[in-house]
Every structure is written in structure tokens, then in C-alpha cells.
């Protein structure tokens, strides 16, 4: 099977399966049903923002979301029968180290629900623990191998965050993020590659420089690997995340990007409060993954670049 992904590709991700249940409704421990039911409300609630996005112009076929099967089970099998890329994280939610939700049953909860992508979530420091790191590394080849024997695409979300120790001696946090995030994210890609893990989409955090967005295309598509797509992570306010968009879209290789929180959690927590309609919620989440779509896509290189 021929690793890569290099088509248009524009991503609403709502697996925010802890969060949405201890930050957006204050839950904490093990959830009674109607709790469940109300996050899945809330999920339902954002995807048919996704929707209204799409019939009012997105193009489908680059249009995705990324949502889990405990809460997103439902909205999981519409996409897939509408016809909308759809991605499902394998990763256990809220834990530092990487590990399958289902233990060894992962493999029949993808053949279970057939996503475009399967996607997981790695913090990964090549300076931080490296035991955990290879502990990580051994359990994402596994699923690497199973994705690609089984003729299925894999996205891989990585995070880079800085080590106990860095932090204490740069001192403010944001110091990290430009001066040594580009590097990090850089080294921890080429390991994971040299241990037998082969994303067709790298998803990463937002890069301040062209180069650096430059250099991470250039590893991700080293050794044949030329359609291997990147996207970019979108987070902060608006025009932190407009900025990140417009720096990657010129970037050949840089395919798209997954913006979430930006993209619904302020509508949301109105709708939550019952200070605003379901339908005017519905459409200012519509109106924001639009305007990500339009600034990302006017942005990009031409088709030929990439």
C-alpha cells in the first residue's frame, strides 16, 4: 500500500471526550446516562454546524470530523453515509502516555465503524521520558502495521511539550513554543518514523516560521514517502489561529488543518447555558469552520506545488 495523503483535507475535530465532560459541564468520574446523553447532544450540536458549513459551500470532499465512538457513535455513521471524511481517535483521552481506548480489541472497533482516517494523539518529547517514548513507540507500530496491512489511513496527531526540566529553566511558558517547538517536533517525527511508524497525515502544532513548516514537510516525505500530507493543529484566538493557517497553506505539503476549540467551544458553552438557540449556535459554528476553510484555501499554494 502506498503511504500518503495529499489532497485537500479540512478537519473539525469535537474528541474532546474528557474535556467536554470535566471543563465544559463540570462532570467529573464515572458519568451517569443522562450526563452521557448530554455530551452526545453537545457532539450532535457541533456536527450539524459541520453540516450547515458544507451545504452552504464547503467543499465535501475535503470536508472531515474527527469525533469519538463513546459519544460520537451516531455521528460517526451519518458522516460515513453522507459522504464526509470522517477520522475516529484510538488513543485513551486525558492520559500523558500513549494507549489503545480498547486495549487489544482496537482492531474490531475500527473494522466496526471504517473511518477514512484512524487518528491518535502522542505527546512525544525526544528529551522527555524516553522510556515511556519507546513504550509509545512500540504500541503505535503495531497499530501502523495493522492500519497499512489493512489498506486504512492514519493521522497522526503529535504533541511536543516541553520537559519539567526546560520549563524551569526558560521560565515563561510561551518561550518554548517559537525558539524550540520547530526542533523538537522535527526530532521526535524522525524517530518515530525510524521506529516503524508511518502516518499518512501529520498532524502538528502551530509553527511560527515558514522554513521550520518547510523542514517538517521535507522529513515527513523523506524516503519515499512524497504524499505523505501535513496539517496544521489550530489553537488560541482567532487570529493566532487565521495566522497559523495562512503560514502553513503557502507550504507545500501542509494539506489542511484540524481547528477545534476555536471552531465551537464559545458558542457552545451558550448553548449549554441555554443563553442562545440551538439554531444560532448551530450557525456561528458553521460560520467559523467556514471562514478556516476560506482562509486556509485561499491561502495555499497552487495545486502544482504540492
Given at each position: 500500500?502506498?503511504?500518503?495523503?495529499?489532497?485537500?483535507?479540512?478537519?473539525?475535530?469535537?474528541?474532546?471526550?474528557?474535556?467536554?465532560?470535566?471543563?465544559?459541564?463540570?462532570?467529573?468520574?464515572?458519568?451517569?446516562?443522562?450526563?452521557?446523553?448530554?455530551?452526545?447532544?453537545?457532539?450532535?450540536?457541533?456536527?450539524?454546524?459541520?453540516?450547515?458549513?458544507?451545504?452552504?459551500?464547503?467543499?465535501?470532499?475535503?470536508?472531515?470530523?474527527?469525533?469519538?465512538?463513546?459519544?460520537?457513535?451516531?455521528?460517526?455513521?451519518?458522516?460515513?453515509?453522507?459522504?464526509?471524511?470522517?477520522?475516529?481517535?484510538?488513543?485513551?483521552?486525558?492520559?500523558?502516555?500513549?494507549?489503545?481506548?480498547?486495549?487489544?480489541?482496537?482492531?474490531?472497533?475500527?473494522e466496526e465503524f471504517a473511518p477514512t482516517f484512524?487518528?491518535?494523539?502522542?505527546?512525544?518529547?525526544?528529551?522527555?521520558?524516553?522510556?515511556?517514548?519507546?513504550?509509545?513507540?512500540?504500541?503505535?507500530?503495531?497499530?501502523?502495521?495493522?492500519?497499512?496491512?489493512?489498506?486504512?489511513?492514519?493521522?497522526?496527531?503529535?504533541?511536543?511539550?516541553?520537559?519539567?526540566?526546560?520549563?524551569?529553566?526558560?521560565?515563561?511558558?510561551?518561550?518554548?513554543?517559537?525558539?524550540?517547538?520547530?526542533?523538537?517536533?522535527?526530532?521526535?517525527?524522525?524517530?518515530?518514523?525510524?521506529?516503524?511508524?508511518?502516518?499518512?497525515?501529520?498532524?502538528?502544532?502551530?509553527?511560527?516560521?515558514?522554513?521550520?513548516?518547510?523542514?517538517?514537510?521535507?522529513?515527513?516525505?523523506?524516503?519515499?514517502?512524497?504524499?505523505?500530507?501535513?496539517?496544521?493543529?489550530?489553537?488560541?484566538?482567532?487570529?493566532?489561529?487565521?495566522?497559523?493557517?495562512?503560514?502553513?497553506?503557502?507550504?507545500?505539503?501542509?494539506?489542511?488543518?484540524?481547528?477545534?476549540?476555536?471552531?465551537?467551544?464559545?458558542?457552545?458553552?451558550?448553548?449549554?447555558?441555554?443563553?442562545?438557540?440551538?439554531?444560532?449556535?448551530?450557525?456561528?459554528?458553521?460560520?467559523?469552520?467556514?471562514?478556516?476553510?476560506?482562509?486556509?484555501?485561499?491561502?495555499?499554494?497552487?495545486?502544482?506545488?504540492?
Amino acid at each position: 500500500m502506498t503511504i500518503g495523503f495529499d489532497q485537500p483535507l479540512y478537519v473539525l475535530p469535537f474528541d474532546h471526550r474528557s474535556s467536554f465532560a470535566s471543563e465544559l459541564f463540570g462532570w467529573n468520574g464515572t458519568l451517569e446516562p443522562e450526563q452521557v446523553a448530554r455530551i452526545v447532544a453537545a457532539t450532535q450540536v457541533i456536527y450539524e454546524g459541520f453540516k450547515a458549513a458544507v451545504a452552504a459551500g464547503v467543499p465535501k470532499q475535503h470536508a472531515g470530523v474527527l469525533v469519538d465512538e463513546q459519544f460520537g457513535a451516531g455521528v460517526l455513521r451519518d458522516a460515513e453515509r453522507n459522504g464526509y471524511l470522517t477520522v475516529c481517535p484510538v488513543e485513551k483521552s486525558g492520559q500523558d502516555e500513549f494507549d489503545f481506548e480498547y486495549g487489544d480489541d482496537f482492531a474490531w472497533h475500527i473494522e466496526e465503524f471504517a473511518p477514512t482516517f484512524c487518528k491518535v494523539l502522542v505527546r512525544d518529547s525526544p528529551e522527555a521520558d524516553r522510556t515511556m517514548n519507546q513504550r509509545q513507540a512500540d504500541r503505535l507500530r503495531r497499530l501502523s502495521d495493522f492500519l497499512h496491512r489493512e489498506g486504512r489511513k492514519f493521522m497522526f496527531e503529535l504533541l511536543v511539550p516541553a520537559a519539567r526540566t526546560e520549563r524551569e529553566k526558560l521560565g515563561a511558558a510561551n518561550v518554548f513554543d517559537p525558539r524550540r517547538r520547530p526542533e523538537r517536533t522535527l526530532l521526535a517525527l524522525l524517530e518515530l518514523q525510524g521506529a516503524g511508524v508511518e502516518p499518512d497525515v501529520w498532524q502538528v502544532e502551530g509553527l511560527d516560521r515558514r522554513e521550520d513548516c518547510a523542514r517538517l514537510v521535507a522529513a515527513a516525505r523523506r524516503g519515499g514517502r512524497r504524499r505523505v500530507g501535513c496539517i496544521i493543529r489550530g489553537q488560541g484566538g482567532d487570529a493566532v489561529v487565521e495566522r497559523s493557517l495562512v503560514l502553513s497553506a503557502g507550504v507545500p505539503g501542509f494539506i489542511g488543518f484540524a481547528v477545534g476549540r476555536p471552531t465551537f467551544w464559545e458558542p457552545l458553552t451558550r448553548w449549554r447555558d441555554g443563553r442562545e438557540s440551538r439554531a444560532i449556535v448551530v450557525a456561528e459554528i458553521a460560520r467559523r469552520y467556514a471562514r478556516w476553510c476560506k482562509v486556509f484555501s485561499d491561502s495555499a499554494a497552487g495545486p502544482s506545488a504540492s
